[in-house]
């Protein structure tokens, strides 16, 4: 899982983004009704050529060639057609700037929670350093209260820090863990996501 790049993350995010799928494929179905609304503008030209010998009535006459031409238009009534397609067209266009607007905004989102993993893990490291120089204040200084060198008030202040750099160890470790599952599900989608966690795999 790339959580280091966060410019792969991006492309997985739009890969696996539903709306932006569905506005995609809303897309690509203007664009065809487009393509064949425009088709109908152009008249259909046909050419047909016969060649008849003889007659079930008079097998005397002689053989004939035919050559048979039409032309078909679709236009319909008026600029109805036009009408239509500049109708559809503005409807793409209108999909097209909601499908930058998605785009921009996964961008947006992931590179958010990527910059907030990567303050978490560069956090991690200093606050491990604090909690082993308060887990060590601690037990000094209950050590020499039982000696009668430290009072119980200092006791109390040392185990107050201690308790506070547990409680930043673990909101960094939360943080980190609910942020990688964001990303994931961004990432991978919903149903990846759901077998990672059945399966009880890390992210």
């Known amino acids: 899982w790339p959580e280091?790049?966060?410019?792969?993350l991006q492309a997985l995010a739009l890969e696996a983004s539903p709306s932006l799928q569905k506005l995609t494929h809303q897309r690509a179905a203007v664009s065809a009704d487009i393509a064949e609304k425009?088709?109908?503008?152009?008249p259909e030209l046909s050419l047909r050529v016969e060649h008849q010998r003889g007659n079930y009535a008079y097998t005397s006459l002689p053989s004939?060639?035919?050559?048979?031409?039409?032309l078909n238009s679709k236009l319909g009534a008026g600029t109805s057609r036009l009408d239509q397609i500049r109708a559809s067209e503005q409807r793409k266009q209108s999909l097209e700037s909601d499908i930058q607007a998605q785009q921009l905004a996964i961008e947006e989102q992931v590179e958010s929670e990527w910059l907030q993993l990567r303050s978490?893990?560069?956090r991690k490291p200093s606050l491990l350093t604090s909690l082993d120089a308060a887990r060590g204040t601690s037990?000094?200084?209950e050590r020499q209260f039982l000696a009668g060198r430290k009072t119980w008030q200092e006791v109390l202040n040392a185990a107050r820090e201690l308790l506070q750099a547990e409680v930043e160890m673990s909101e960094v470790i939360v943080v980190q863990s609910v942020i990688k599952w964001r990303l994931m599900l961004l990432s991978r989608g919903v149903d990846i996501t759901l077998q990672q966690a059945s399966?009880?795999?890390?992210p």
């Open 4 to 8: 280091d790049d966060v410019k792969q």
């Open 38 to 42: 425009k088709s109908n503008l152009y």
């Open 64 to 70: 004939l060639n035919r050559v048979f031409l039409s």
């Open 120 to 122: 978490a893990i560069q």
């Open 139 to 141: 037990e000094s200084w």
């Open 199 to 202: 399966s009880g795999s890390k």
